[in-house]
């Protein structure tokens, strides 16, 4: 069965270090990937999604991924984290079943 | 409408009574999903519809849970003689059949069963 997994439920970094959330999904056919961010109190929001087009994916406020399938992951950075990144973000992987499969979550803190 | 549309916001219900939560979903539409969100649980699926399919209801975790999609938009997810460990988050999202994935959340409901 598909899984995904998310390496650490919290992670803290300085404003303006690096951001690496990790994510590792088990599948004998690459799906597509997503992550997603939550902010308190709010729904889900799609950073960005890999659909087997490049490997290297760019979403929105600075974030991309990579898509490796030797190590079946697809982990999450930014270069310079921001205060306002402090939230939750979901790894997630889509298959054949049509519906999304997601991680537990990674909260991320940035301390000033 | 402009997003998923989901309503109470936030439910109190005492442990026995039912409970109703809505989804409007995102016009045009067609597949729906429903999620429930726990402290410390991730995102756990419960039931997807798509278009006029039978529903997907592999995720719902007893008979007490059921979900309707009337006319293929609205959607109703009823909880039967609610439970404390039900208290949790429960997020509707749809997406356009292509999509794959790329779902629009709601901000979900706040459900607290006392």
């Known amino acids: 069965a598909q899984s995904v997994t998310q390496l650490g439920s919290h992670v803290s970094v300085s404003e303006g270090a690096l951001v690496l959330l990790r994510c590792n999904y088990s599948?004998?056919?690459?799906?597509?990937l997503f992550w997603y961010v939550q902010y308190p109190n709010q729904g889900l929001q799609l950073l960005l999604k890999?659909?087997?087009?490049?490997?290297l994916v760019k979403g929105i406020n600075g974030f991309e991924a990579e898509f490796k399938k030797s190590e079946t992951s697809f982990h999450l950075t930014k270069p310079s984290a921001h205060m306002s990144d402090a939230a939750e973000y979901f790894c997630?992987?889509?298959?054949?079943?049509?519906?999304?499969?997601f991680g537990q979550g990674t909260e991320l803190s940035v301390k000033p | 409408g402009a997003g998923v549309s989901q309503s109470p916001s936030n439910k109190v219900t005492e442990k026995g009574k039912d409970v109703e939560l809505r989804c409007d979903p995102i016009?045009?539409?067609?597949?729906l999903y429903w999620y429930r969100q726990s402290l410390g649980q991730g995102l756990e699926f419960l039931i997807y519809?798509?278009?006029?399919?039978?529903?997907?209801k592999s995720g719902l975790p007893s008979d007490r849970f059921s979900a309707e999609r009337t006319g293929g938009s609205v959607s109703t997810l009823t909880i039967q003689r609610t439970q404390q460990e039900d208290s949790a988050v429960y997020l509707c999202?749809?997406?356009?059949?292509?999509?794959?994935?790329?779902?629009?959340f709601g901000s979900g409901t706040r459900l607290t069963v006392v």
């Open positions: 999202a749809s997406s356009a059949d292509r999509e794959r994935g790329g779902y629009t």
């Open positions: 599948s004998s056919v690459p799906p597509y």
């Open positions: 890999y659909t087997s087009a490049a490997t």
């Open positions: 997630a992987a889509y298959n054949q079943g049509g519906k999304l499969i």
């Open positions: 016009s045009g539409h067609t597949a």
């Open positions: 519809f798509q278009g006029n399919s039978a529903p997907d």
